[in-house]
T-cell receptor
Framework: KAGVTQTPRYLIKTRGQQVTLSCSPISGHRSVSWYQQTPGQGLQFLFE???????NKGNFPGRFSGRQFSNSRSEMNVSTLELGDSALYLC?????????????FGPGTRLTVT | AQSVTQPDIHITVSEGASLELRCNYSYGATPYLFWYVQSPGQGLQLLLK??????LVQGIKGFEAEFKRSQSSFNLRKPSVHWSDAAEYFCAVGAGNTPLVFGKGTRLSVIA
C-alpha cells in the first residue's frame, strides 16, 4: 500500500502571497489531519477532516483553511502569508473514525516565506 | 488541558548502550499513548502505541515502552542503540476524537 503523499515537498513564497498544499492519504483512510511543525512551537494541530467534514480545529487564525474531497484527498490553504508561517507542514491519515488511533504521516511540505 | 512533557531536549548515547527516553503526560481520561520517530527532513514514523491491556508494549526497530499510570509516564526504551537510531523522538497522547498532543521531542545523538 502506498503511504501518505504530500505535494509539493518544498515551496518558497513571498510574504502576502497565498499557498495551497496537497495531501493524499493511504488508500481507504478517511481521516486526514494537518500539523504545523516549527523549531520553537513543535508540532501543532491545525485541523482534521473526516468524510469531507472538518471535525476538529486547532488554534490557528482563519488564514489557515482546508478541505477534503470525496476521494479523501485533502488540501490546506494559507492566505496572506507571514514570515512566521515558515514551517514543515505534515499531513497524517488514519484508518478509523477516531482521530487518535494511529496516524500515518507523510513526508511533509517545507514552506519557506521570504 | 492535556499536555505531554519530554524532559530531555537532547540525549547522547554510545552505540551499543541502552536508551531510555522519558515522557510524562497530563490527561483527564485514560489516554492512548504513542511514540513517533522523525529522521531529518522526513515525516513521523509510528514506533509503538498503547491503547489498553499489557502495560509493556513492543514496537518496531527493537523499541519498547512501559505505561505507568501511577506516574503518568510512558517511557521509551531500547537495550542496545544503533547509529541509525539517531533521530528525533516524539511522545504523543490522545483519546477518541480529540487531536493528538505531542511533546516537544527529544533529539537522540549516537556516538561511536
Amino acid at each position: 500500500k502506498a503511504g501518505v503523499t504530500q505535494t509539493p515537498r518544498y515551496l518558497i513564497k513571498t510574504r502576502g502571497q497565498q499557498v495551497t498544499l496537497s495531501c493524499s492519504p493511504i488508500s481507504g483512510h478517511r481521516s486526514v489531519s494537518w500539523y504545523q511543525q516549527t523549531p520553537g512551537q513543535g508540532l501543532q494541530f491545525l485541523f482534521e477532516y473526516f468524510s469531507e467534514t472538518q471535525r476538529n480545529k486547532g488554534n490557528f487564525p482563519g488564514r489557515f483553511s482546508g478541505r477534503q474531497f470525496s476521494n479523501s484527498r485533502s488540501e490546506m490553504n494559507v492566505s496572506t502569508l507571514e514570515l512566521g508561517d515558515s514551517a514543515l507542514y505534515l499531513c497524517a491519515s488514519s484508518s478509523t473514525g477516531l482521530i487518535s488511533y494511529e496516524q500515518y504521516f507523510g513526508p511533509g511540505t517545507r514552506l519557506t516565506v521570504t | 488541558a492535556q499536555s505531554v512533557t519530554q524532559p530531555d531536549i537532547h540525549i547522547t548515547v554510545s552505540e551499543g548502550a541502552s536508551l531510555e527516553l522519558r515522557c510524562n503526560y497530563s490527561y483527564g481520561a485514560t489516554p492512548y499513548l504513542f511514540w513517533y520517530v522523525q529522521s531529518p527532513g522526513q515525516g513521523l514514523q509510528l514506533l509503538l502505541k498503547y491503547f489498553s491491556g499489557d502495560t509493556l508494549v513492543q514496537g518496531i526497530k527493537g523499541f519498547e515502552a512501559e505505561f505507568k499510570r501511577s506516574q503518568s509516564s510512558f517511557n521509551l526504551r531500547k537495550p542496545s542503540v544503533h547509529w541509525s537510531d539517531a533521530a528525533e523522538y516524539f511522545c504523543a497522547v490522545g483519546a477518541g476524537n480529540t487531536p493528538l498532543v505531542f511533546g516537544k521531542g527529544t533529539r537522540l545523538s549516537v556516538i561511536a
